[in-house]
């Protein structure tokens, strides 16, 4: 982890002795404490390599019951921990910055029901997000989330960063599909918010504190999520634009005319594009003719192929006539599909190849949400490669800088400009990965120093010794008033 950005190791927290393996061991069996090098290297070091702590324990429960346990000492000895899922966060929230114990939840992994008349299913945190949605799909029905990570995120990871994903504009957040959630607060009490109802009332909605609280506040051991049913017709289209402003049109346009059935509008920028078929083997450029400044991704999903295909053909081919569009492609079956969705999915898996990379994930309004990337290549010259792409759907800009290593110089020019610039648009410095490690001193970009506050108290009542994911979240200054 770069030296500039670590803050000292709080010292109310104990550090980890024999006796308190000989606990772990005794609750979880020898299976589920993890002192191996090259296992605990693995969950030390988060998705991206940037952030990488010094971790001597990972523990493995298998039951809300061991959670408890675990919380309950750690609370008593003040153990700092970081619960962890997938470890495919994007913020540094996974992995340790010092040594705290890692309670990992991927051994907690069962569906626990289904019902089919309601598509509400309730299963363990640690579920990998494919997984359910494979499960769901032979139920005829599917998550309401999806997203690049699928095959090693879990349902619990996701609901602690309130994930967004390709098809929010559809199904929503997760604060409203999520209907109910079990949770371990700090102290091992165990609380029930499991419920399985639509509708319901009775007093504050607790449950929405934990979805997007990125492990701070207690460790999601159950999820209760609400599934929409499987349609038969899916339909995708890769289209190409010559400027931003039609892209917006595109979009407004879209909705409009596809109502219901849309179900996805991503966007890349040229060099986003470049960037994966440079890095990512066996992908085509579905539009080989010529480049182009700007791809978006229009999906549709209903239930009546015939009348869902018209309607997309038809809407293309207006946009096409209105000079909106300047080639585009739908795709012929599934696996032309994917693999138009694997140049969007696989953008941050290219970045990754290409060199060192500085992440920014941002929600704008947005006729302004790409003027940001003009000014920040005009900014960076030659020295960087900004790519930019996103849920434009959602106002979502993934701005993603590339160069090929870390270079304090460049990063000064990047930081604190992205963030004045956010924050003047009263946008958000994270519109979906959360703040983790790398931006919970900037939460004061999105948020007033009175609403922080509040989540420093919040955080204090729940966690009053602050052990769980410390330094991550809330600034430094308000956590070492809270506990830490
Ligand atoms: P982890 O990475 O393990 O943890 C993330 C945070 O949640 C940490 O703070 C951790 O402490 C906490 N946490 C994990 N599990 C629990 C639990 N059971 N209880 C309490 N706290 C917990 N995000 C989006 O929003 N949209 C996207 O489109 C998207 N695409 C991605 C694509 C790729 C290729 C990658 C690598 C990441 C992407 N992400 C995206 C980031 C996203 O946050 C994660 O992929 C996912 O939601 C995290 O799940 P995880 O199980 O890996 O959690
Ligand atoms: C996506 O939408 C993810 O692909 C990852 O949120 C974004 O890597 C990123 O910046
Ligand atoms: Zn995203």
Redesign the pocket.
């Known amino acids: 982890m770069a030296a500039s950005s670590t803050p000292m190791r709080y010292q109310s927290f104990a550090m980890i002795n024999s006796d308190d393996i000989s606990y772990f061991k005794k609750i979880l069996g020898e299976r589920g404490v993890v002192q191996e090098e090259e296992k605990l290297d693995d969950a030390n070091t988060d998705?991206m390599r940037k952030f990488k702590g010094s971790s001597r324990l990972m523990l493995q429960p298998k039951s809300s019951h061991e959670v408890s346990q675990i919380l309950d000492y750690c609370n008593s000895r003040c153990l700092a921990v970081?619960?962890?899922?997938?470890?495919?966060?994007?913020v540094g929230?996974?992995v340790p910055v010092f040594d705290e114990v890692i309670i990992n939840?991927s051994s907690m992994n069962n569906i626990l029901s289904f019902d089919k008349a309601s598509g509400i299913l309730v299963c363990e945190?640690?579920c990998i997000l494919e997984n359910l949605n494979s499960f769901l799909e032979n139920e005829g029905y599917v998550m309401p989330l999806d997203?690049?990570?699928k095959g090693?995120?879990?349902i619990?990871?996701?609901?602690?960063?309130?994930?967004?994903?390709?098809r929010l504009i559809r199904y929503g957040s997760l604060h409203g599909s999520v209907l109910g959630l079990e949770v371990v607060l700090a102290n091992g009490t165990v609380l029930d918010m499991l419920g399985t109802l639509r509708k319901d009332n009775t007093g504050y909605d607790l449950k929405h504190l934990?979805i997007g609280s990125?492990?701070?506040l207690?460790?999601?051991?159950k999820v209760s999520i609400h599934t929409p049913p499987k349609l038969s017709s899916v339909n995708l289209a890769f289209i190409a634009c010559e400027d931003y402003t039609s892209c917006q049109k595109l979009f407004s346009k879209a909705k409009r005319k596809l109502g219901e059935i849309l179900s996805a509008f991503e966007f890349l920028d040229t060099n986003a594009m470049n960037l994966v078929l440079e890095h990512l083997d066996g992908l085509r450029d579905p539009l080989p003719s010529s480049k182009h400044k700007f791809y978006i991704l229009i999906e549709t999903t209903g239930s009546m192929e015939s009348h869902d295909k018209e309607k997309l053909e038809s809407f293309l081919l207006q946009c096409m006539e209105s000079g909106l569009l300047n080639d585009g492609v739908v795709a012929q079956d599934v696996n032309q599909a994917s693999s138009f969705w694997r140049i969007r999915?696989g953008i941050?898996?290219a970045l990754m190849k290409a060199g060192a990379v500085y992440k920014y994930d941002l929600s704008l309004p947005l006729e302004k949400m790409y003027d940001l990337v003009e000014e920040m290549r005009e900014r960076l010259g030659t020295e960087a490669n900004v790519v930019a792409y996103g849920?434009l759907g959602d106002g979502n800009l993934h701005l993603n800088i590339s160069t090929p290593q870390y270079d304090d110089n460049i990063l000064s020019k990047i930081e604190p400009f992205v963030y004045e610039w956010t924050s003047k648009q009263r946008g958000s410095i994270s519109a979906?990965?959360?703040l983790?490690f790398m931006k919970a001193n900037k939460i004061h970009y999105s948020k007033s120093t009175e609403t922080v506050q509040l989540m420093g108290a919040i955080k204090k009542l729940l966690d009053p010794n602050g052990i769980l994911?410390p330094y991550?979240v809330l600034p430094t200054s308000v956590l070492s008033q809270s506990g830490g």
Request: proline residues 2%; aromatic residues 4%; negative net charge.
């Open positions: 998705w970081v619960p962890q899922g997938g470890n495919t966060g994007l929230g996974s939840i945190a640690g997203l690049g990570a090693s995120c879990q619990g990871g996701n609901v602690s960063t309130n994930a967004g994903g390709l934990f990125e492990g701070s207690g460790i999601v051991t999915e941050s898996e849920h979906e990965h959360g983790g994911n991550k």
